[in-house]
Nanobody, 124 residues
Framework: QVQLVESGGGLVQAGGSLRLSCAAS????????MGWFRQTPGKEREFVAG????????SYADSAKGRFTLSRDNAKNALYLQMNSLKPEDTAVYYC?????????????????WGQGTQVTVSS
Protein backbone atom coordinates (compact mmCIF):
# COMPACT_ATOMS: atom_id res chain seq x y z
CA GLN A 1 0.00 0.00 0.00
CA VAL A 2 0.99 3.61 -0.40
CA GLN A 3 1.98 6.06 2.33
CA LEU A 4 1.30 9.75 1.78
CA VAL A 5 2.91 12.76 3.43
CA GLU A 6 1.74 16.32 2.76
CA SER A 7 3.84 19.44 3.13
CA GLY A 8 3.87 23.04 2.01
CA GLY A 9 1.11 24.48 4.13
CA GLY A 10 1.52 27.67 6.10
CA LEU A 11 0.29 31.18 6.73
CA VAL A 12 -0.21 33.45 3.74
CA GLN A 13 -1.99 36.72 3.09
CA ALA A 14 -5.06 36.87 0.91
CA GLY A 15 -4.06 36.98 -2.74
CA GLY A 16 -0.91 35.00 -2.09
CA SER A 17 0.13 31.55 -3.24
CA LEU A 18 1.15 28.23 -1.77
CA ARG A 19 2.26 24.97 -3.30
CA LEU A 20 1.26 21.84 -1.46
CA SER A 21 3.19 18.64 -1.99
CA CYS A 22 2.18 15.06 -1.40
CA ALA A 23 5.12 12.66 -1.27
CA ALA A 24 4.34 9.00 -1.75
CA SER A 25 6.22 5.91 -0.67
CA UNK A 26 5.56 2.22 -0.85
CA UNK A 27 3.85 2.30 -4.25
CA UNK A 28 4.04 4.52 -7.28
CA UNK A 29 1.39 7.23 -7.53
CA UNK A 30 0.72 6.37 -11.14
CA UNK A 31 -1.11 3.25 -9.95
CA UNK A 32 -3.69 5.38 -8.17
CA UNK A 33 -6.17 8.09 -8.88
CA MET A 34 -5.39 10.96 -6.56
CA GLY A 35 -7.26 13.70 -4.82
CA TRP A 36 -6.83 16.73 -2.60
CA PHE A 37 -9.44 17.43 0.05
CA ARG A 38 -9.76 20.05 2.75
CA GLN A 39 -11.52 20.25 6.07
CA THR A 40 -12.35 22.92 8.61
CA PRO A 41 -13.55 22.25 12.17
CA GLY A 42 -17.13 21.10 12.30
CA LYS A 43 -17.43 20.61 8.57
CA GLU A 44 -17.24 17.65 6.25
CA ARG A 45 -14.03 16.94 4.37
CA GLU A 46 -14.59 18.41 0.92
CA PHE A 47 -13.14 17.60 -2.47
CA VAL A 48 -10.78 20.21 -3.92
CA ALA A 49 -9.12 18.58 -6.94
CA GLY A 50 -8.50 15.15 -8.42
CA UNK A 51 -6.43 13.40 -11.05
CA UNK A 52 -7.16 10.11 -12.77
CA UNK A 53 -4.67 7.29 -12.57
CA UNK A 54 -3.43 7.96 -16.10
CA UNK A 55 -3.07 11.64 -15.32
CA UNK A 56 -5.17 12.41 -18.34
CA UNK A 57 -8.22 13.67 -16.49
CA UNK A 58 -8.41 16.44 -13.92
CA SER A 59 -11.32 17.60 -11.86
CA TYR A 60 -11.66 20.70 -9.68
CA ALA A 61 -14.23 21.90 -7.24
CA ASP A 62 -15.92 25.11 -8.33
CA SER A 63 -14.13 26.92 -5.52
CA ALA A 64 -10.76 25.84 -6.97
CA LYS A 65 -11.33 26.35 -10.68
CA GLY A 66 -9.11 29.01 -12.17
CA ARG A 67 -7.02 29.36 -9.02
CA PHE A 68 -5.67 25.89 -8.18
CA THR A 69 -3.63 23.59 -10.41
CA LEU A 70 -3.04 19.91 -9.78
CA SER A 71 0.06 18.16 -11.14
CA ARG A 72 2.04 14.99 -10.66
CA ASP A 73 5.75 14.25 -10.99
CA ASN A 74 6.18 10.55 -11.64
CA ALA A 75 9.96 10.71 -11.28
CA LYS A 76 9.59 12.13 -7.78
CA ASN A 77 6.50 10.08 -7.02
CA ALA A 78 4.78 13.22 -5.82
CA LEU A 79 1.56 15.13 -6.30
CA TYR A 80 1.29 18.90 -6.14
CA LEU A 81 -1.44 21.46 -5.65
CA GLN A 82 -0.50 24.97 -6.73
CA MET A 83 -2.86 27.41 -5.06
CA ASN A 84 -2.98 31.00 -6.29
CA SER A 85 -5.15 33.99 -5.40
CA LEU A 86 -5.81 32.49 -2.01
CA LYS A 87 -8.80 33.67 0.00
CA PRO A 88 -9.52 33.50 3.73
CA GLU A 89 -12.20 30.90 2.98
CA ASP A 90 -9.44 28.59 1.68
CA THR A 91 -8.22 28.23 5.25
CA ALA A 92 -8.36 24.53 6.16
CA VAL A 93 -6.35 21.40 6.70
CA TYR A 94 -5.53 19.99 3.28
CA TYR A 95 -5.28 16.24 2.74
CA CYS A 96 -3.85 14.16 -0.06
CA UNK A 97 -5.62 10.89 -0.85
CA UNK A 98 -5.22 7.89 -3.15
CA UNK A 99 -7.60 5.30 -4.54
CA UNK A 100 -6.74 2.17 -6.57
CA UNK A 101 -9.06 3.06 -9.42
CA UNK A 102 -8.81 4.57 -12.88
CA UNK A 103 -11.51 7.07 -11.94
CA UNK A 104 -11.33 10.24 -9.88
CA UNK A 105 -13.30 10.03 -6.66
CA UNK A 106 -15.28 13.00 -5.44
CA UNK A 107 -16.07 11.98 -1.88
CA UNK A 108 -14.09 11.02 1.19
CA UNK A 109 -15.36 7.46 1.11
CA UNK A 110 -13.99 6.95 -2.41
CA UNK A 111 -10.40 6.99 -1.14
CA UNK A 112 -8.48 4.30 0.69
CA UNK A 113 -5.27 6.06 1.65
CA TRP A 114 -4.77 9.43 3.31
CA GLY A 115 -1.96 11.64 4.46
CA GLN A 116 -1.90 13.37 7.84
CA GLY A 117 -2.80 16.77 6.41
CA THR A 118 -1.15 20.16 6.22
CA GLN A 119 -2.60 23.39 7.60
CA VAL A 120 -3.25 26.29 5.26
CA THR A 121 -4.17 29.61 6.82
CA VAL A 122 -5.05 32.63 4.70
CA SER A 123 -5.23 35.96 6.50
CA SER A 124 -7.37 38.83 5.31
Amino acid sequence: QVQLVESGGGLVQAGGSLRLSCAASGRTLSTYSMGWFRQTPGKEREFVAGMSRSGGRLSYADSAKGRFTLSRDNAKNALYLQMNSLKPEDTAVYYCAARPSIWIGMTRSDYDYWGQGTQVTVSS
